[in-house]
């Protein structure tokens, strides 16, 4: 899952605020989100137009 991180801190993931990253670690992402140290960044899918 990717999230960016609210502030920093550091532990097992160390993190900026702003920085993005991938959290494999389920357990590990689950105690970030409720420590409120990062949210989920929503990943949009880019459709281009055909031109023609």
Same mark, same amino acid.
């Given at each position: +899952?990717?999230?960016k991180a609210k502030v920093s801190f550091a532990g097992i @993931?160390? +993190?900026? #605020?702003?920085?993005?990253?991938? @959290? %494999?670690? #389920?357990? @590990?992402? %689950?105690?970030? @989100? %409720? ?10 899918? #880019?459709? #281009?137009?055909?031109?023609?």
């Open positions: +899952m990717k999230v @993931i160390t +993190m900026s #605020k702003g920085e993005e990253r991938e @959290i %494999q670690d #389920k357990q @590990i992402y %689950q105690d970030l @989100i %409720q420590a409120n140290y990062v949210e989920e960044v929503k990943t949009k899918n #880019k459709v #281009k137009a055909n031109e023609n």
